[in-house]
């Protein structure tokens, strides 16, 4: 009887999966995550800060004179008042700076129409902390100015 | 008889272990990355907020009273009917605030941030901010977005 000849069965290898390119692409999104969070994440600007802070800022010598040399108003057809006076608000960045510098506490104040658009009153008290107003003071008016 | 050789041993296969790993941190990264913003916000309703170049709040827990495009207002998840309504909830959210740091000073002194759609009118926010300081909020911020390309 002729001997069989036992089959050699080989073990097949499971594939192994390349995981380089997987971690590469893992890696790249958590960089580009940690990266855009702080243009996702929202934050803010004060408009009332804790009253500690606001008693600090509210201790002044007795003085008849305001020290608020920025006074704003913005109409809901765009025109712009500085102190009471109708101004080019392409102006206000070259402007804010100098009155800024003649008040004491760089305090600023602000009002604009109801129907103003909210983004346009943002960009606004943007503009007045960038140019180094401590304080946006918001102000609601009972009659406006504006034509 | 001959001894036999013994084997070498082979590598311990670390494929088998690393592949759900990597799937498991891939999957959290997505998730992260999609829920960052109510995350960091405490709500989940989706606002178009404003951008600015100046930031001045850092990350902190605070109240997020949201105003929609449509005029929809909410304070955390929960939809405000009308403006007293938000005083009311601003209220007990000041004073649960105190209760849980036991301290009744602390009352009024968590922030509250309004979350204002870009395209609404002023108006509308100054009746929120009316409302929110008559709940007792003493620390209210305008919530805005860091505009790229500012420092």
Known sequence: MPKRRKKKVEKREAPRPNLGPFSDMTTSLLIMFMLTIPFIVESGIFISRSLATKRRNVVTPKKKKSDIKVNIHICADGTVFLNEEPFDPNRLPDIIPKLLARSVKKQALLSADNDVIYEDVIQMIDLLKEKGASDVLIMKRKRSKCP | MPREKPKPKEPPDIGQYLFPMAGVMILTLATLIMDAQSLFTNT?????????????????????????????????????????????????????????????????????????????????????LDAVKKGGAKRVALAVVKRKGSG
């Open chain 2, 44 to 128: 989940s309703i989706k606002v178009d907020i404003p951008k600015a170049n100046v930031i001045e709040v850092e990350l902190e827990q605070s109240i997020p009273v949201s105003v929609t495009k449509e005029g929809k207002m909410y304070v955390q998840d929960y939809e405000m009917p009308d403006l007293q309504s938000i005083t009311a909830k601003i209220k007990e959210l000041q004073e649960k605030y105190a209760m849980e740091n036991n301290d009744p000073e602390l009352k009024g002194q968590q922030l509250t941030v309004i979350r204002g759609d870009k395209a609404i009118q002023w108006g509308k926010v100054l009746e929120v």
